[in-house]
Nanobody, 120 residues
């Protein structure tokens, strides 16, 4: 079983920063065997990919819209995945979710997410 608990969201002014964290509980296989990622869903829009990292944390991918502003990292010992968000824009406003991937597909179930609101 897998449990994902996101935290760290809040209200911030444009240009500000937030750091999101995801605490992962896994019982089926080691956390380090998963690719980890962050997604977001803005009101009225579909959920979209934000960033991901491989098991080592050294290989990362970002959506073009956040590249250069967001940084994903993970701690395999603590089983956490963080997302440092800098230079936030109003269009970053969304509920942010973390997820895990083993093989080719992200898990179909999601945590409760954490709300990020950027005021312009």
């Amino acid at each position: 079983q897998v449990q994902l608990v996101e935290s760290g969201g809040g209200l911030v002014q444009a240009g500000g920063s937030l750091r999101l964290s995801c605490a992962v509980t896994v019982s089926t296989r080691p956390f380090s065997t998963y690719v980890t990622g962050w997604f977001r869903q803005a009101p009225g829009k579909e959920r979209e990919f934000v960033a991901s990292t491989d098991w080592s944390g050294r290989t990362t991918y970002y959506a073009d819209s956040v590249k250069g502003r967001f940084t994903i990292s993970r701690d395999n010992a603590k089983k956490t995945v963080d997302l440092q968000m800098n230079s936030l824009k109003a269009e970053d406003t969304a509920v942010y979710y973390c997820n895990l991937k083993y093989g080719s597909a992200w898990r179909s179930s999601w945590g409760q997410g954490t709300q990020v609101t950027v005021s312009s």
